[in-house]
């Protein structure tokens, strides 16, 4: 394991993380007030829930997947600089 990562993970650096991917998923739905987000953390990783209404879902995941990867992509490189790792799972 990286030595830059943190063994505990601050909640504020949650709390960041879950704003950014709110604030990047409620950009491209129709309905933003859907948009629901929840967290977890194990060791040095959160792992993001997004939610949104079922007519969203494509605008999310986006043509072959790219609006998802680009969206991991972003919380990857926030959560790095926080000192630890990101995953993010699209729910329907």
Do not use: H, W, Y
């Not at 879950?18 to 990783?45: M, W, Y």
């Not at 209404?53 to 043509?63: K, L, P, Q, T, Y």
């Amino acid at each position: 394991m990286d030595e830059n990562f943190n063994a505990q993970i601050d909640e504020t650096v949650v709390k960041e993380l879950e704003d950014l991917l709110l604030v990047l998923a409620q950009a491209l739905v129709e309905k933003p007030e859907e948009v629901k987000i929840s967290s977890r953390v194990e060791g040095n990783t959160v792992t993001l829930e997004v939610r949104v209404a079922d007519e969203d879902m494509g605008r999310v995941i986006g043509r072959g997947g790219k609006r998802a990867q680009a969206i991991r992509s972003i919380m990857k490189a926030k959560a790095s600089r926080s000192g630890c790792r990101a995953m993010v799972d699209i729910v329907d």
